[in-house]
């Protein structure tokens, strides 16, 4: 019993217990101060975000939402990178606070790390890959693209990989080391491609006629006026198939609004070519 006791008023010293309050505090203030420097790099981000648009609103000739996804893009990945050194920092500086000895954990990682560059060339060349992406500013948040046969709005923009949302809502990420071949179709501006079939007996002057005006028509409506870039061209009869003549048009859009304004063109054309008499190849 009078062990316990001296035990139990050993344990309750306050010099056992006081340096390790102190240290668990100062943890506690080392990650609420990391919490806190994220947070203001976000703000200052996202003001630095409103000085490069205006910064390269009056040095450059690129359409505003262009600059806007151009803008949206570097911040997301200059946060990321904010974001994992500050906690990097954070962590080192809390495992010293509790007594950790960090030098042979750091010595370790190092060489681990050399282990993991010399294993790890997949990576490496993802991460490559990501910074030549952001450095050619080949692609941006929000554009229309086709990656390695893979067509979607790109979401995000890592140092990794690249995602991808699908028409049909499906996400894909690809790795920034893979990535082949890429179409862009919103950069600067876009193009919707209008193509058909029509019969070999109806009026192939008329039908292009109706495009030249539709195009026009459709030019003139107050919604559509600011996404068209140019007037419709009609590239006129494209060929002659087996079933039918087949005509092409274009319009230059804004980039990203190629499909509404195709959708709306098709929809007039489609009530033209009726009223007109304009025929299509008969099934068989």
């Known amino acids: 019993m009078q062990i316990s006791r001296e035990m139990a008023l050993e ?12 240290r668990g505090v100062r943890v506690v203030v080392i990650l609420a101060g990391a919490w806190l420097l994220t947070f203001i790099a976000r703000r200052l981000l996202r003001h630095l975000r409103a000085y490069a648009m205006r910064t390269m609103k009056s ?16 911040m997301a ?5 904010a974001a994992f050194a500050i906690w990097m920092i954070a962590l080192v500086m809390a495992l010293n606070e ?5 030098q042979p954990l750091l010595a370790g990682l190092g060489v681990a790390g050399l282990a993991l560059g010399l294993g790890a060339q ?7 890959g990501g910074l030549l992406v952001l450095l050619e500013d080949q692609i941006r948040i929000g554009d229309a693209v086709t990656i390695n046969g893979i067509s979607g709005v790109v979401e995000e923009i890592n140092l990794r990989t690249t995602v991808l949302r699908g028409e049909n809502g499906a996400v894909h990420i690809i790795a920034n080391g893979l990535i082949n071949t890429l179409s862009n179709m919103t950069r600067e501006y876009a193009y919707y491609v209008f193509e058909v079939t029509l019969a070999h ?56 609004r190629q499909a509404v304004v195709g959708r709306e063109f098709n929809r007039l054309v489609n009530a033209r070519f009726a009223a007109d008499g304009i025929a299509f190849p008969s099934i068989t």
């Open 11 to 22: 344990l309750v010293r306050a010099e056992r217990w006081i340096p390790w309050l102190i």
């Open 59 to 74: 040095h450059g000739h690129a359409p505003e939402i262009e600059l806007e996804k151009r803008a949206a893009t570097i």
């Open 77 to 81: 990945v200059l946060a990321k990178l």
């Open 98 to 102: 509790l007594t950790f000895n960090i």
């Open 122 to 128: 997949t990576l490496i060349k993802d991460w490559l």
């Open 201 to 256: 007996s109806t009026n192939v002057d008329r039908a292009l006629q109706i495009l030249t005006e539709t195009g026009a028509e459709l030019a003139e409506e107050p919604t559509f006026q600011p996404m068209i870039l140019a007037p419709v061209e009609v590239m006129g009869l494209d060929r002659l198939a087996e079933r039918g003549v087949v005509v092409r048009a274009r319009i230059k859009t804004l980039p990203s």
